[in-house]
């Protein structure tokens, strides 16, 4: 048991590990940049479920991960046994409160680990999250936790690019707001782990204006409305290159946006399709003239949440960590260098 702690509490081990660990990051830099559109899939998984799951199948591609992950825990056993010694020593010697200062940072360090492997264990990561401003929409993976776009409000810079940013968000839960914060660049909004962060945006149609009847209503995609004598009608389908068969059933010749109809189904059942080329177009349903005016234009937003379990431990190990080094550089006694020294 002796020659265990003896080995995982060498230096030279140390040196070693750190040496390896530094080639085995390179190769990896190396074969990301050879492979971007491999590695481009951990930016929306979890690392090590991802790792499960395809690094065998992809081995060499994913066996510097598996090295690299086998080096830093030897290296945290390594960092744990060593520190545990000299804080050991320093006690039963009853040595100066300056000697653990250098064991501050490793602390911090080790912390600042276990925040990492929690990150890269648990959680999740969703993109392409939509937001149209005054809808709530459910966040992934957490019941009962919504998120609502508030306001958006984007600087561009004379080069065209972004300047500065603002995406108003509240949280909420059972319709009762908890937290309203803005998303900034490199700013994201932080609620029990979860990170809102603001991906893109831009504008586009999300309902119709429609003339029905005389009476002007405003209906967005997927829902119903209602005319004055209480018909009630659904906007169905959306078919971009709208074509009919020879038994009547609709269908869409291509993705394209080049001849778009939707879907109007009244009450009973029965369904017209209105053409959306232009405004004007208009249909009879159930004794009611129903026309298209125009799209309703929407902002949206669009943002990735994420939800990473360690990163209070990251911060609280990055914190730890930057008050050792300042003990250790500042205050620590004869050594402290940096006080004394003189312009």
């Given at each position: 048991?002796?020659?265990?702690?003896?080995?995982?509490?060498?230096?030279?081990?140390?040196?070693?590990?750190?040496?390896?660990?530094?080639?085995?990051?390179?190769?990896?830099?190396l074969?990301?940049m050879?492979h971007?559109?491999?590695?481009r899939?951990?930016?929306q998984?979890?690392?090590l479920?991802?790792?499960?799951?395809n690094?065998?199948?992809?081995?060499p591609?994913?066996?510097?991960?598996?090295?690299?992950?086998?080096?830093?825990?030897?290296f945290?056993?390594n960092?744990?046994?060593?520190?545990?010694?000299?804080?050991?020593?320093?006690?039963?010697?009853?040595?100066?409160?300056?000697?653990?200062?250098?064991?501050?940072v490793?602390i911090?360090?080790?912390?600042?680990?276990?925040?990492?492997?929690?990150?890269?264990?648990?959680g999740?990561?969703?993109?392409?999250?939509?937001?149209?401003?005054?809808?709530?929409?459910?966040?992934?993976?957490?019941?009962?936790?919504?998120?609502?776009?508030?306001d958006f409000?984007?600087?561009?810079?004379?080069?065209?690019?972004?300047?500065?940013?603002?995406?108003?968000?509240?949280l909420?839960?059972?319709?009762?707001?908890?937290?309203?914060?803005?998303?900034?660049i490199n700013?994201?909004v932080?609620?029990?782990?979860?990170a809102?962060?603001?991906?893109?945006?831009?504008?586009?149609?999300?309902?119709l204006?429609?003339?029905?009847?005389?009476?002007?209503?405003?209906?967005?995609?997927?829902?119903?409305f209602?005319?004055?004598?209480?018909?009630?009608?659904?906007l169905g389908?959306?078919?971009?290159?709208?074509?009919?068969?020879?038994?009547?059933?609709?269908?869409?010749?291509?993705?394209?946006?080049?001849?778009?109809?939707?879907?109007?189904i009244s009450?009973?059942?029965i369904?017209?399709?209105?053409?959306?080329?232009?405004p004007?177009?208009?249909?009879?349903?159930?004794?009611?003239?129903i026309?298209?005016?125009?799209?309703?234009?929407?902002?949206?937003?669009?943002?990735?949440?994420n939800?990473?379990?360690?990163?209070?431990?990251?911060?609280?190990?990055?914190?730890?960590?930057?008050?050792?080094?300042?003990?250790?550089?500042f205050?620590?006694?004869?050594?402290?260098e940096?006080?004394?020294?003189?312009i």
């Open positions: 048991m002796k020659k265990i702690w003896n080995f995982f509490a060498s230096l030279w081990l140390t040196i070693t590990l750190a040496i390896l660990i530094c080639v085995d990051a390179a190769w990896g830099s074969a990301a050879k971007p559109e491999f590695y899939a951990l930016d998984e979890i690392l479920p991802w790792l499960l799951k690094g065998t199948e992809y081995l591609l994913t066996f510097w991960m598996f090295a690299l992950i086998f080096l830093v825990v030897i945290t056993i960092t744990v046994v060593c520190t545990a010694d000299k804080v050991y020593a320093i006690f039963r010697q009853k040595r100066p409160i300056q000697s653990l200062y250098p064991h501050i490793h911090g360090f080790l912390i600042a680990l276990l925040g990492h492997l929690a990150g890269s264990a648990w999740f990561k969703s993109n392409g999250n939509v937001l149209f401003k005054g809808e709530p929409k459910p966040v992934p993976h957490t019941s009962g936790l919504m998120v609502r776009l508030d409000e984007a600087k561009p810079s004379p080069s065209g690019d972004l300047e500065s940013l603002k995406t108003r968000i509240t909420l839960r059972e319709d009762t707001g908890i937290l309203t914060d803005d998303i900034e700013g994201p932080i609620y029990k782990g979860i809102f962060y603001h991906f893109d945006q831009g504008e586009t149609p999300s309902g204006l429609l003339d029905v009847s005389g009476e002007n209503v405003k209906v967005s995609f997927d829902s119903s209602t005319s004055s004598d209480g018909s009630i009608f659904k389908n959306i078919y971009p290159d709208f074509a009919m068969d020879e038994q009547g059933r609709p269908s869409s010749r291509s993705a394209e946006f080049v001849n778009p109809h939707i879907e109007i009450e009973s059942g369904t017209s399709y209105l053409d959306l080329t232009q004007g177009s208009l249909v009879t349903l159930n004794g009611k003239t026309r298209f005016e125009d799209f309703i234009i929407s902002p949206y937003v669009v943002l990735a949440i939800k990473d379990p360690g990163i209070g431990l990251i911060i609280a190990g990055s914190i730890i960590l930057v008050i050792g080094m300042v003990l250790l550089l205050f620590r006694g004869e050594r402290g940096l006080v004394r020294q003189k």
